[in-house]
Each structure stands twice: as structure tokens, then as C-alpha cells.
């Protein structure tokens, strides 16, 4: 039984039209090994060593160290999902996967996959927190946790995604020099837009864990010189300025909504008069009519950080309350339910 309502066949489909079927069974059983499958492919190598050729699954076991039978099964289910094809006793890693899951191809996302095994741990508290309100604290780890690594280059792999899509959304004022990018992570936003902009120059201010990676992937685009790292706290510590430009990319559902009106309200102190402030986020629809992945994410941030997904109108109160200008939205393509908004100082 699938974990969709896509029947498999008719008798299937039956099942599932008279509620026979008990999807909650497979929704609970299959959801583990579908994410875990995935994780595993990258984490002991499978598609980094398909990516090269095709190989059995007893070449593949002895080039990677792994016990027969289990690279065997492993495989079968992998390409259950079809990022394998099997061709004789030989597998191959299928051409839609191998721009996903190559780690040569510049849109490899194999990172944002390891680092969902940590999402394990965290999922396994679930209860707790939901008994409790005490979330998971996910930004607490020491500057050389490997956590780090994991985190920040799986969110500049998605974030190369999208960042010239929105770097061509965020309208900064004529001839501008100055960016500040908090929370900036990985520093890949500011990359872009100071591509854009040849006087450009950006900080980007982050916690140290954070800054060390972001540092690194800065480097390796060669942008050293125009975006530079500042260790801080946005709530607390000098943001600097004045700035021609904000960004605040995929941080405010991980704040509080008194947090959030406090870090706009010093983001416009740090603008110039006529500055501008991008923020970059997921969103609630106005109305909820049934759960979409805004509803799973909001769960997902309540576990990590107490919070959850906002409302664009949550937004636009934060923003008028710190006095910015009536925010203009923009629908980034690349990644589905992603939206850049901009307001004035």
C-alpha cells in the first residue's frame, strides 16, 4: 500500500474509496524507511560510487565496506523510489537522481540529506515537546560540533537553488555599497546579490558555528574580499551600518513573534533612510482549508525552536510596527512555497 491515495491497482483502489485499507499503518511503518533509505544511499557512499559507473551490489559491498546481503537489500529498496535502475545484475544510478545525488553536479543536495539524519533525534522527542512546549534546542551546539557542517552546507545546497531567483527579486536602492545579511549562514544570498551589484559589499552576521562554514563556502566562490563574517547575535549584539540593504532570509520561524518585531525594529536602525529589507520565508496561506507543508514545517519549527510558521500578515504587522513601508511579495519558483518580501526605512 502506497503512503499517497494513488492506488497501485484496482483492487487497491477499492480498499482506499471504501476506507478498508488502514493507511495509517503503512503512513506509519513506511515513512521511517522511505526518509532512512535515502539517508543511507548517501551517508555509505551508493550514489557518490553509482555517480562513477554502474556496479553489482557485491562490488559495490566490497568497494564500500559493507555487508553483503544488507548492500543487496539496500539497493532494492533504493530503487524502489527510482534513483537506481537495475540493468542485468548491475545497477545504475538513474539520470533524474544523478543531478540530485552526483556528488560532482552542482546541484547536489547529498548534504541537506545527511544532515536529516539529525532530524531523527529530534522527531523522537516529538511527544515531549508537544506535552511540554520545551523544543528542541538545534542552535546550541558548540562551534566545532560537526552539526555545523552538516547544517550549513546542506542549506547553502538549497539555497544555490534559488539565489539568483532572488537576487533578482530584492530591488536595493540605486548605486548601493552596503548589505547586511543576518543569520546569513552559509553567505550564498549575499554572493549572489553582490554579483549583481559590482559596488557591493555584505556582512553577514551569524553564530560561530555558523560563520566557520560559511567562511569556508564564501572562499571557495572566490567572494572573500566583497562578503565578509561577523560572529553575533542579531537580537543582542551591534548590527553596525548604516546599510543600504537587510536581508533576513529563513529566520524568522525560528523567532517568536516579540522577537521578530524587536529584530526589525534594529534592522531599520541600521539602515540608511530609504534602505531597503528583504525577508525571505515560508509562509502560512491566509486561510487554511486543509494541512499543506506550511502545516508540517510549523510542527517541525515548534520542535526545533518553539515557534512556528507565520502569516504574511504577521509580516506586515512586524514591519509597520518597526517602521518599515507596506511590504511588496514576491514568489520565489524554484522552491515551492518560498516568498521575498521587501519594504523601505
Given amino acids: 500500500m502506497r503512503l499517497t491515495a494513488r ?28 526518509s532512512r533509505v535515502v539517508i543511507a544511499g548517501v551517508r555509505l557512499g551508493i550514489f557518490q560510487r553509482l555517480a562513477k559507473g554502474p556496479a553489482t551490489s557485491g562490488e559495490i559491498a566490497t568497494e564500500l565496506g559493507l555487508h553483503a546481503e544488507g548492500a543487496d537489500e539496500l539497493l532494492r ?14 545497477y ?32 523522537a522527542k516529538l511527544e515531549a515537546v508537544v506535552r ?9 551546539a558548540g562551534p566545532e560540533d560537526s552539526h555545523w557542517r552538516r547544517y550549513i552546507r546542506g542549506q547553502f545546497e538549497l539555497a544555490r537553488l ?15 555599497t552596503s548589505l547586511v545579511d543576518v543569520a546569513g549562514g552559509h553567505g550564498w544570498f549575499s554572493v549572489e546579490l553582490c554579483r549583481r551589484h559590482p559596488d557591493l559589499r555584505a556582512t553577514v552576521i551569524d553564530l560561530p558555528g555558523s560563520v566557520t562554514i560559511g567562511r569556508e563556502i564564501v572562499a571557495e566562490a572566490g567572494m572573500s574580499d566583497r562578503v565578509e563574517f561577523v560572529e553575533g547575535d542579531l537580537l543582542s549584539d ?24 524587536e529584530l526589525f525594529r534594529r534592522l531599520h536602525n541600521a539602515l540608511r533612510p530609504g534602505g531597503t529589507v528583504a525577508v525571505l520565508d515560508l509562509f502560512r496561506p491566509p486561510r487554511e482549508r486543509r494541512m499543506n507543508t506550511s502545516s508540517l514545517l510549523g510542527l517541525f519549527f515548534f520542535l526545533t525552536s518553539g515557534t512556528s510558521t507565520y502569516r504574511p500578515d504577521d509580516l506586515r504587522r512586524w514591519l509597520r510596527d518597526s517602521g518599515f ?5 514576491r514568489r520565489i519558483k524554484r522552491i515551492p512555497g518560498q516568498t521575498v518580501y521587501t519594504a523601505s526605512r
Avoid at 162 to 176: H, Q, T
Wanted: glycine share 8%.
Fill in 7 to 34: 492506488p497501485e491497482n484496482p483492487s487497491e483502489a477499492v480498499a482506499l474509496a471504501f476506507n478498508l485499507g488502514p493507511v495509517p499503518v503503512a503512513q506509519a511503518m513506511f515513512g521511517m524507511p522511505i
Fill in 77 to 90: 529498496a533504493i530503487a524502489v523510489f527510482r534513483f537506481l535502475k537495475r540493468s542485468g545484475d548491475r
Fill in 92 to 123: 545504475v544510478l538513474a539520470r533524474r537522481a544523478r543531478r540530485w545525488l552526483d556528488p560532482a553536479s552542482n546541484l547536489y543536495v547529498g548534504s541537506f540529506i545527511e544532515h536529516c539524519a539529525d532530524y531523527w533525534e529530534w522527531w
Fill in 132 to 140: 511540554t512546549g520545551n523544543a528542541v534546542e538545534i542552535h546550541a
Fill in 162 to 176: 534559488s539565489a539568483g531567483e532572488v537576487a533578482r527579486a530584492v530591488r536595493l536602492p540605486p548605486r548601493s
Fill in 238 to 261: 551591534d548590527l553596525g551600518g548604516p546599510y543600504d540593504g537587510a536581508l533576513c532570509f529563513n529566520i524568522i520561524h525560528h523567532l517568536a513573534p516579540a522577537q521578530n518585531t
Fill in 325 to 329: 513601508s507596506q511590504p511588496k511579495g
